[in-house]
Protein backbone atom coordinates (compact mmCIF):
# COMPACT_ATOMS: atom_id res chain seq x y z
CA UNK A 1 0.00 0.00 0.00
CA UNK A 2 1.23 3.45 -0.72
CA UNK A 3 3.74 2.44 -3.29
CA UNK A 4 4.22 4.12 -6.37
CA UNK A 5 6.41 4.37 -9.49
CA UNK A 6 8.47 7.49 -10.81
CA UNK A 7 7.86 7.75 -14.19
CA UNK A 8 10.33 9.71 -15.67
CA UNK A 9 10.43 12.19 -18.16
CA UNK A 10 12.60 14.38 -20.80
CA UNK A 11 12.89 18.39 -19.48
CA UNK A 12 13.31 19.25 -22.89
CA UNK A 13 11.23 18.27 -25.78
CA UNK A 14 12.02 17.76 -29.70
CA UNK A 15 10.30 21.45 -30.51
CA UNK A 16 13.52 22.55 -28.33
CA UNK A 17 15.51 20.23 -31.71
CA UNK A 18 13.51 22.45 -34.04
CA UNK A 19 14.42 25.48 -32.69
CA UNK A 20 18.17 24.54 -32.71
CA UNK A 21 17.95 24.01 -36.17
CA UNK A 22 15.92 26.71 -37.24
CA UNK A 23 18.29 29.26 -34.49
CA UNK A 24 21.47 27.76 -36.81
CA UNK A 25 19.94 28.56 -40.46
CA UNK A 26 18.68 32.10 -39.11
CA UNK A 27 22.67 32.73 -38.12
CA UNK A 28 24.31 31.27 -40.64
CA UNK A 29 21.41 33.41 -43.44
CA UNK A 30 23.33 36.46 -40.99
CA UNK A 31 26.62 35.41 -41.80
CA UNK A 32 25.79 35.14 -45.50
CA UNK A 33 24.35 38.81 -45.22
CA UNK A 34 27.33 40.21 -43.91
CA UNK A 35 29.60 38.00 -45.91
CA UNK A 36 27.67 40.35 -48.99
CA UNK A 37 29.99 43.19 -47.76
CA UNK A 38 32.82 41.67 -47.79
CA UNK A 39 32.80 39.43 -50.80
CA UNK A 40 30.59 40.92 -53.90
CA UNK A 41 30.03 37.34 -55.11
CA UNK A 42 27.69 36.90 -52.17
CA UNK A 43 25.77 40.28 -52.93
CA UNK A 44 22.90 38.96 -54.81
CA UNK A 45 21.99 36.73 -51.14
CA UNK A 46 22.02 39.99 -49.19
CA UNK A 47 18.59 40.94 -48.99
CA UNK A 48 17.51 37.32 -49.29
CA UNK A 49 19.54 36.63 -46.32
CA UNK A 50 18.30 39.07 -44.12
CA UNK A 51 14.60 38.39 -44.73
CA UNK A 52 15.14 34.86 -44.27
CA UNK A 53 16.61 35.11 -41.06
CA UNK A 54 13.94 37.24 -39.58
CA UNK A 55 11.03 34.85 -40.63
CA UNK A 56 13.19 32.09 -39.22
CA UNK A 57 13.66 34.11 -35.97
CA UNK A 58 9.47 34.76 -35.75
CA UNK A 59 9.46 30.75 -36.03
CA UNK A 60 12.01 30.22 -33.32
CA UNK A 61 10.45 32.86 -31.46
CA UNK A 62 6.91 31.24 -31.84
CA UNK A 63 7.89 27.74 -30.77
CA UNK A 64 9.88 28.92 -27.23
CA UNK A 65 6.74 30.70 -26.42
CA UNK A 66 4.37 27.92 -27.82
CA UNK A 67 6.42 25.59 -25.25
CA UNK A 68 5.88 27.84 -22.22
CA UNK A 69 3.06 26.39 -19.99
CA UNK A 70 1.92 30.05 -19.61
CA UNK A 71 3.03 31.72 -22.78
CA UNK A 72 2.62 35.54 -21.95
CA UNK A 73 5.64 34.82 -19.59
CA UNK A 74 7.64 35.58 -22.56
CA UNK A 75 6.83 39.24 -21.86
CA UNK A 76 9.29 38.86 -18.65
CA UNK A 77 12.49 38.68 -20.99
CA UNK A 78 11.47 42.31 -21.80
CA UNK A 79 11.75 43.37 -18.25
CA UNK A 80 15.30 43.16 -16.49
CA UNK A 81 13.69 43.04 -12.83
CA UNK A 82 12.79 39.39 -14.38
CA UNK A 83 15.77 38.31 -15.68
CA UNK A 84 18.60 35.61 -13.55
CA UNK A 85 21.48 37.28 -14.80
CA UNK A 86 23.51 33.95 -13.68
CA UNK A 87 21.67 31.97 -15.48
CA UNK A 88 22.71 31.47 -19.98
CA UNK A 89 19.03 31.15 -20.80
CA UNK A 90 18.93 34.99 -19.68
CA UNK A 91 21.49 35.85 -21.77
CA UNK A 92 20.48 33.58 -24.56
CA UNK A 93 16.92 35.83 -24.43
CA UNK A 94 18.35 39.04 -23.99
CA UNK A 95 20.64 37.69 -27.25
CA UNK A 96 17.47 36.74 -29.30
CA UNK A 97 15.35 40.52 -28.29
CA UNK A 98 18.73 42.19 -28.99
CA UNK A 99 19.43 40.12 -32.90
CA UNK A 100 16.10 40.62 -33.39
CA UNK A 101 16.19 44.77 -33.00
CA UNK A 102 18.96 44.81 -35.00
CA UNK A 103 17.87 42.72 -37.64
CA UNK A 104 14.49 45.04 -38.11
CA UNK A 105 17.00 47.68 -38.58
CA UNK A 106 19.34 46.22 -40.76
CA UNK A 107 16.20 45.65 -43.27
CA UNK A 108 15.17 49.25 -42.73
CA UNK A 109 18.43 50.55 -44.09
CA UNK A 110 18.84 48.26 -46.89
CA UNK A 111 15.17 49.44 -47.77
CA UNK A 112 16.72 53.30 -47.49
CA UNK A 113 19.37 52.40 -49.96
CA UNK A 114 21.50 53.45 -46.76
CA UNK A 115 24.91 51.30 -47.42
CA UNK A 116 27.30 53.02 -44.72
CA UNK A 117 24.31 52.26 -42.04
CA UNK A 118 23.49 48.87 -43.28
CA UNK A 119 27.14 47.82 -43.45
CA UNK A 120 27.78 49.05 -39.81
CA UNK A 121 23.80 46.80 -38.73
CA UNK A 122 25.23 43.97 -41.38
CA UNK A 123 27.99 43.46 -38.40
CA UNK A 124 26.86 43.88 -35.62
CA UNK A 125 23.86 41.36 -36.30
CA UNK A 126 26.29 38.77 -37.41
CA UNK A 127 27.90 39.56 -34.31
CA UNK A 128 25.11 38.96 -32.32
CA UNK A 129 23.83 35.84 -34.50
CA UNK A 130 27.00 34.48 -33.66
CA UNK A 131 25.91 34.71 -30.15
CA UNK A 132 22.87 32.08 -30.91
CA UNK A 133 24.29 29.07 -31.43
CA UNK A 134 26.99 29.83 -28.80
CA UNK A 135 24.29 30.39 -26.07
CA UNK A 136 22.54 27.25 -27.19
CA UNK A 137 25.51 25.18 -27.48
CA UNK A 138 26.40 26.63 -23.80
CA UNK A 139 22.70 25.91 -22.72
CA UNK A 140 23.99 22.11 -22.80
CA UNK A 141 26.99 22.31 -21.83
CA UNK A 142 26.59 23.69 -17.99
CA UNK A 143 24.47 20.39 -17.44
CA UNK A 144 27.34 18.26 -15.55
CA UNK A 145 25.35 15.26 -15.38
CA UNK A 146 24.64 15.10 -18.88
CA UNK A 147 26.96 12.91 -20.79
CA UNK A 148 27.51 14.20 -24.25
CA UNK A 149 26.42 17.76 -23.14
CA UNK A 150 28.70 18.54 -20.91
CA UNK A 151 31.90 19.20 -23.12
CA UNK A 152 33.35 22.62 -23.86
CA UNK A 153 33.14 21.79 -27.35
CA UNK A 154 29.11 22.24 -27.91
CA UNK A 155 28.72 25.74 -28.70
CA UNK A 156 31.75 25.26 -31.40
CA UNK A 157 29.49 22.29 -32.69
CA UNK A 158 26.57 24.39 -32.76
CA UNK A 159 28.54 27.69 -34.66
CA UNK A 160 29.74 25.11 -37.29
CA UNK A 161 26.26 23.71 -37.92
CA UNK A 162 25.08 26.88 -38.09
CA UNK A 163 27.71 27.96 -41.18
CA UNK A 164 26.85 24.96 -42.94
CA UNK A 165 23.20 24.72 -42.71
CA UNK A 166 22.97 28.49 -43.62
CA UNK A 167 25.37 27.99 -46.35
CA UNK A 168 23.27 24.94 -47.50
CA UNK A 169 19.99 26.95 -47.57
CA UNK A 170 22.10 30.56 -48.94
CA UNK A 171 23.15 27.36 -52.21
CA UNK A 172 19.10 26.76 -52.75
CA UNK A 173 18.93 30.36 -52.76
CA UNK A 174 21.62 31.29 -54.91
CA UNK A 175 20.74 28.72 -57.78
CA UNK A 176 22.80 29.01 -61.00
CA UNK A 177 24.67 31.86 -60.11
CA UNK A 178 27.75 30.29 -60.42
CA UNK A 179 30.49 33.06 -58.67
CA UNK A 180 27.97 32.61 -55.25
CA UNK A 181 28.19 29.07 -55.59
CA UNK A 182 31.99 28.97 -55.56
CA UNK A 183 31.78 30.79 -52.28
CA UNK A 184 29.02 28.59 -51.35
CA UNK A 185 31.00 25.62 -52.17
CA UNK A 186 33.84 26.03 -49.40
CA UNK A 187 31.91 27.20 -46.57
CA UNK A 188 29.77 23.58 -46.91
CA UNK A 189 32.55 21.95 -47.50
CA UNK A 190 34.93 23.29 -44.73
CA UNK A 191 31.53 23.47 -42.10
CA UNK A 192 30.21 19.65 -42.94
CA UNK A 193 34.18 18.90 -42.47
CA UNK A 194 34.47 20.45 -39.14
CA UNK A 195 31.38 19.20 -37.82
CA UNK A 196 32.06 15.56 -39.03
CA UNK A 197 35.65 15.53 -36.92
CA UNK A 198 33.78 17.32 -34.01
CA UNK A 199 31.40 14.39 -33.64
CA UNK A 200 34.47 12.21 -33.50
CA UNK A 201 35.88 14.01 -31.03
CA UNK A 202 32.75 14.17 -28.50
CA UNK A 203 31.82 10.00 -29.38
CA UNK A 204 35.13 9.07 -28.95
CA UNK A 205 35.27 11.00 -25.31
CA UNK A 206 32.00 9.15 -25.01
CA UNK A 207 32.52 6.16 -25.54
CA UNK A 208 35.51 5.55 -23.07
CA UNK A 209 33.58 7.64 -20.20
CA UNK A 210 31.91 6.54 -16.99
CA UNK A 211 29.15 3.91 -17.08
CA UNK A 212 26.20 6.79 -18.16
CA UNK A 213 28.36 8.01 -20.73
CA UNK A 214 28.92 4.15 -22.19
CA UNK A 215 24.93 3.97 -21.73
CA UNK A 216 24.75 7.14 -23.83
CA UNK A 217 27.02 6.16 -26.72
CA UNK A 218 24.53 3.08 -27.00
CA UNK A 219 21.84 5.05 -27.18
CA UNK A 220 23.38 7.72 -30.15
CA UNK A 221 25.13 4.26 -32.19
CA UNK A 222 22.06 1.95 -31.94
CA UNK A 223 18.58 1.63 -33.39
CA UNK A 224 16.27 4.41 -34.59
CA UNK A 225 18.95 6.89 -32.59
CA UNK A 226 22.18 5.21 -34.51
CA UNK A 227 20.46 5.51 -38.13
CA UNK A 228 19.95 9.57 -37.35
CA UNK A 229 22.75 10.60 -35.63
CA UNK A 230 25.34 8.20 -37.43
CA UNK A 231 23.66 7.77 -40.80
CA UNK A 232 21.92 10.45 -41.17
CA UNK A 233 23.63 13.46 -39.41
CA UNK A 234 27.28 11.71 -39.28
CA UNK A 235 27.92 9.66 -42.44
CA UNK A 236 24.99 11.41 -44.77
CA UNK A 237 24.94 14.44 -43.76
CA UNK A 238 28.71 15.70 -43.07
CA UNK A 239 31.31 12.71 -44.43
CA UNK A 240 29.45 12.65 -47.82
CA UNK A 241 28.88 15.97 -48.48
CA UNK A 242 32.42 17.03 -47.85
CA UNK A 243 33.31 14.19 -49.88
CA UNK A 244 31.06 14.93 -52.93
CA UNK A 245 32.01 18.67 -52.34
CA UNK A 246 35.97 18.21 -52.69
CA UNK A 247 35.49 15.39 -55.22
CA UNK A 248 35.99 17.89 -58.85
CA UNK A 249 32.07 16.65 -59.46
CA UNK A 250 31.95 18.97 -56.14
CA UNK A 251 31.24 21.86 -58.62
CA UNK A 252 28.49 21.29 -60.54
CA UNK A 253 25.23 22.96 -59.80
CA UNK A 254 23.55 18.92 -58.79
CA UNK A 255 26.23 18.04 -56.99
CA UNK A 256 26.01 21.36 -54.77
CA UNK A 257 21.81 21.10 -54.46
CA UNK A 258 22.41 17.08 -53.25
CA UNK A 259 24.89 18.56 -50.93
CA UNK A 260 23.13 20.98 -49.26
CA UNK A 261 19.84 19.41 -48.72
CA UNK A 262 21.81 16.12 -47.15
CA UNK A 263 23.59 18.57 -44.44
CA UNK A 264 20.49 20.41 -43.93
CA UNK A 265 18.87 16.68 -43.23
CA UNK A 266 22.20 15.92 -41.73
CA UNK A 267 22.00 19.07 -39.32
CA UNK A 268 18.52 18.64 -38.75
CA UNK A 269 19.30 14.79 -37.58
CA UNK A 270 22.18 15.48 -35.13
CA UNK A 271 20.28 18.21 -33.21
CA UNK A 272 17.55 16.22 -32.62
CA UNK A 273 19.88 13.06 -31.08
CA UNK A 274 22.36 15.22 -29.28
CA UNK A 275 19.21 16.89 -27.28
CA UNK A 276 17.20 13.53 -27.39
CA UNK A 277 19.50 10.15 -26.41
CA UNK A 278 21.42 11.89 -23.38
CA UNK A 279 17.92 12.47 -21.95
CA UNK A 280 16.45 9.47 -22.61
CA UNK A 281 18.72 7.30 -20.71
CA UNK A 282 17.29 9.09 -17.09
CA UNK A 283 13.84 7.62 -18.18
CA UNK A 284 15.41 4.02 -18.28
CA UNK A 285 16.31 4.10 -14.65
Do not use: C
Not at 16 to 21: D, K, R, T
Not at 160 to 171: D, K, M, N, P, Q
Not at 186 to 194: F, G, K, R, T
Amino acid sequence: MGDYVWFHDVSWHASYAVYFFVIGILAGLSFLSYGSWRNEALRPLREKAAYGSVVLLAIGGLLLIADLSQPLRFLNILNPAYLNFTSPLAWGALNIVAFGISSVLYILALQKGDEAKGKMLARMTALLALGLPVYTGYDLTVHQSRPVWNTPIMPVLFVALAIASGSAVGSLIAGANEAAQKVLREYMLWSAAAVAVILVSIMGTTNYGGSASELTFMLMTTGTMGLLFVGIGFLAGSVAPAVMLYAPMGKSQGVMMISALLILAGSAALRYVILMAPQQLQTLY
